[in-house]
T-cell receptor, first 114, second 116 residues
Framework: AQSVTQPDIHITVSEGASLELRCNYS??????LFWYVQSPGQGLQLLLKYFSGDTLVQGIKGFEAEFKRSQSSFNLRKPSVHWSDAAEYFCAVEGRGGSYIPTFGRGTSLIVHP | EAGVAQSPRYKIIEKRQSVAFWCNPISGHATLYWYQQILGQGPKLLIQFQNNGVVDDSQLPKDRFSAERLKGVDSTLKIQPAKLEDSAVYLC??????????????FGPGTRLTVL
């Protein structure tokens, strides 16, 4: 069965600092990989996704993520964080076996200090 | 285009009562998902529809939860009877025609359920 681990429950950064949120997955092959953001009281919004090809993917709002097969990781990065980036971030995977059932990590809460 | 609509936004009930949530996906989206998000956790898929057929409901507690998607458009999720542990946000999402893994999911704002 596929699973997703986001080891950091909370991350605190200063505005303008760089950010990296960790995501590790467990799956028999390379799954489809996603990062979503959830602001308070809002639904989830897709930041970026990886299906194949270039392992460094660009997303919205200046985010990027790098797929590393050897580490089963898909970490999210941003070079300079803005106060409006404070939110909950979820990593998700979908298997390629045909059913495409999505599995989400428990999320990482990003706190941005001015 | 209009997003995924859900109602109600908030619901408070007592245990053993029944409750229903409604979702209207983005027009033309064939795939519809219902998730349960307990506080401090990621969304957990309850059921996935492709048009009006069920793709997966392996994590749906079928003794108390039911869902339908009549005519392949809007959907209703029901809990009967509710338990305290059902307190959560229920999210609905939809994605365009085709294999779900190749398409972005668009989420509604969710319904926050509190069971007392």
């Amino acid at each position: 069965a596929q699973s997703v681990t986001q080891p950091d429950i909370h991350i605190t950064v200063s505005e303008g600092a760089s950010l990296e949120l960790r995501c590790n997955y467990s799956y028999g092959a390379t799954p489809y990989l996603f990062w979503y953001v959830q602001s308070p009281g809002q639904g989830l919004q897709l930041l970026l996704k990886y299906f194949s090809g270039d392992t460094l993917v660009q997303g919205i709002k200046g985010f990027e993520a790098e797929f590393k097969r050897s580490q089963s990781s898909f970490n999210l990065r941003k070079p300079s964080v803005h106060w409006s980036d404070a939110a909950e971030y979820f990593c998700a995977v979908e298997g390629r076996g045909g059913s495409y059932i999505p599995t989400f990590g428990r999320g990482t809460s990003l706190i941005v200090h001015p | 285009e209009a997003g995924v609509a859900q109602s109600p936004r908030y619901k408070i009930i007592e245990k053993r009562q029944s409750v229903a949530f409604w979702c209207n996906p983005i027009s033309g989206h064939a795939t519809l998902y219902w998730y349960q998000q307990i506080l401090g956790q990621g969304p957990k898929l309850l059921i996935q529809f492709q048009n009006n057929g069920v793709v997966d409901d392996s994590q749906l507690p079928k003794d108390r939860f039911s869902a339908e998607r009549l005519k392949g458009v809007d959907s209703t999720l029901k809990i009967q009877p509710a338990k305290l542990e059902d307190s959560a946000v229920y999210l609905c999402a939809s994605s365009p025609v085709g294999l779900a893994g190749l398409n972005e999911q668009f989420f509604g704002p969710g319904t926050r359920l509190t069971v007392l």
